[in-house]
């Protein structure tokens, strides 16, 4: 086989996807002054799969830290967090996070992918063990393949599985690194963490968690799941992101239980890319502010959330799991979830479309994700347009759905 | 340590059940090129076999893994 025909076999792949007749891996978004509207193929759509949980991607304070700082350092900074591309604004943002977060340390990263696998691939090396969750991002798996570790899965969101595969590992689970996420991106499961807290202390192993997607949405004041369930201090890893609830691009890792700080000579993927540009460091720091005074985004974006679940439970969708930012509506086929959305679109809503290999179990669904900046009114749109496809789609009208995936 | 044979019986029975439409496949199958297994469906057959035989799998491993008899020979020597 050729270098080249890895090529072939990619178009085959864009081929399968485009024989399901709709543009969903391209669709061009224009946004145009508003985190939950915008336009695709010139037709106005309320956007509904946008990880903004919080809005704050058009937030009045963020956007003039932004502009400030571009006009005041630049457009970038050309260079890497060890070189020339750490400024007074790198460094404020990794004390304010560590405040918010009550960490020891805290470590800025260009991307939270770029933060996962750097901070993975560091943490663990050739003779650990890396047991990570069988639903983990592509950037956990990456990670975990760079650092040269022995890695295993456990079942997804299953503490006795994990509890089992760690004890085959005996005296090695000192040695070993859990991986979990709080809130997974394509069903919108919630991990039972305090669960498997308590497995991971039991076998003398570390726990890293992804924050991901529960950070600034969970929790009295945003600092996520942990925070919800009271259980911080016993974790010794934090990764997340600033592209979701913050509204822009990057990623942090840090520790209450461990100073990481000194890792930032260590991790290749702090080390060698460039560092954020100064416009995006000053929007995240807005956005970390208003995401710890954001009981109120918070409530609002819950509220729409149960609307919107109970809205699509009763058209008869089957929903990936209870409550929560990401609800994923289960299809029967690619074809069907195609279907779906290409009938959503029309009715103007933009949701995700998530085929075969893009979600577990190989599940076809359509992935909504909502935010506390859609109006009550908007919420209302999106169940209009879920019900247009409901009849479109199904044969007959169907009772409401009660299981998860 | 457990034989062989009774590796490769036991991955023909899970992939008789999964990916063979119940049919027993020759240990010298290809799981991917042959029997259509994705990458996530190995991973999930080595899951069942590290239950069976109360074995730890790393998935680092699986790229010299191509064949029943190639993932047998590698769980007997984990038992």
Do not use: W
């Given at each position: 086989?050729?270098?080249?025909?890895?090529?072939?076999?990619?178009?085959?792949?864009?081929?399968?996807?485009?024989?399901?007749?709709?543009?969903?891996?391209?669709?061009?978004?224009?946004?145009?002054?508003?985190?939950?509207?915008?336009?695709?193929?010139?037709?106005?759509?309320?956007?509904?799969?946008?990880?903004?949980?919080?809005?704050?991607?058009?937030?009045?304070?963020?956007?003039?830290?932004?502009?400030?700082?571009?006009?005041?350092?630049?457009?970038?900074?050309?260079?890497?967090?060890?070189?020339?591309?750490?400024?007074?604004?790198?460094?404020?943002?990794?004390?304010?996070?560590?405040?918010?977060?009550?960490?020891?340390?805290?470590?800025?990263?260009?991307?939270g992918y770029v933060a996962n696998v750097g901070a993975i691939s560091t943490l663990a090396g050739p003779g650990d063990v890396i047991m990570l969750d069988a639903d983990s991002h592509a950037s956990i798996y990456e990670g975990a393949k760079l650092s040269g570790a022995e890695i295993y899965r456990f079942r997804h969101n299953d503490p006795a599985d994990l509890d089992k595969r760690l004890r085959r590992l005996g005296d090695r689970c000192a040695r070993t690194l859990v991986i979990v996420e709080s809130l997974y991106s394509m069903l919108g499961d919630v991990a039972p963490l305090d669960q498997f807290c308590e497995v991971v202390k039991r076998h003398g192993a570390f726990l890293l968690l992804d924050d991901a997607h529960s950070f600034g949405i969970m929790g009295e004041t945003g600092r996520?799941?942990?925070?919800?369930?009271?259980?911080?201090?016993?974790?010794?890893?934090?990764?997340?992101?600033?592209?979701?609830?913050?509204?822009?691009?990057?990623?942090?890792?840090?520790?209450?239980?461990?100073?990481?700080?000194?890792?930032?000579?260590?991790?290749?993927?702090?080390?060698?890319?460039?560092?954020?540009?100064?416009s995006v460091i000053a929007s995240t720091r807005a956005a970390l502010k208003r995401v710890a005074q954001g009981q109120a985004l918070r409530s609002q974006l819950w509220k729409n959330c149960e609307r919107v679940h109970e809205g699509l439970t009763s058209l008869g969708f089957k929903l990936g799991a209870a409550p929560s930012p990401v609800i994923a509506s289960l299809m029967d086929s690619p074809e069907q979830a195609a279907a779906a959305w290409q009938a959503l679109l029309d009715a103007g809503v933009y949701v995700n479309l998530v085929v075969p290999p893009g979600a577990p179990k190989n599940l076809s669904l359509l992935r909504c994700s909502l935010s506390a900046a859609h109006t009550d009114e908007q919420v209302e749109q999106i169940i209009e347009g879920y019900a247009a496809v409901a009849q479109r789609l199904f044969d007959q009208p169907r009772a409401a759905a009660t299981a998860y995936a | 340590?457990?034989?062989?044979?009774?590796?490769?019986?036991?991955?023909?029975?899970?992939?008789?059940q999964s990916h063979a439409g119940g049919s027993i496949v020759p240990p010298e199958s290809d799981l991917i090129d042959e029997l259509g297994l994705a990458s996530l469906d190995v991973m999930e057959l080595i899951e069942a076999l590290e239950d069976r035989f109360d074995v730890a799998f790393p998935i680092n491993e699986l790229g010299d893994v191509r064949t029943i008899a190639d993932l047998a020979r590698r769980i007997q020597n984990l038992t």
């Open positions: 086989m050729s270098l080249l025909q890895k090529l072939d076999a990619a178009r085959d792949f864009q081929d399968q996807l485009g024989q399901l007749g709709v543009n969903a891996i391209g669709a061009t978004i224009d946004v145009t002054g508003s985190a939950t509207e915008g336009r695709i193929e010139g037709k106005r759509v309320i956007l509904a799969g946008t990880n903004n949980y919080l809005g704050l991607t058009f937030d009045p304070a963020c956007i003039e830290a932004a502009a400030q700082a571009v006009r005041t350092h630049g457009t970038g900074t050309t260079g890497s967090r060890l070189a020339n591309g750490t400024y007074a604004g790198h460094a404020a943002l990794e004390r304010e996070l560590s405040a918010f977060l009550g960490t020891r340390s805290a470590i800025a990263f260009t991307t996520g799941l942990a925070e919800t369930l009271g259980i911080e201090d016993e974790i010794d890893f934090v990764t997340g992101t600033f592209s979701k609830s913050l509204g822009s691009v990057g990623g942090f890792f840090a520790s209450r239980k461990h100073d990481v700080a000194p890792l930032r000579s260590q991790i290749r993927a702090y080390m060698f890319t460039a560092s954020s540009t100064p | 340590m457990i034989s062989y044979d009774e590796c490769v019986s036991e991955i023909q029975t899970l992939l008789a």
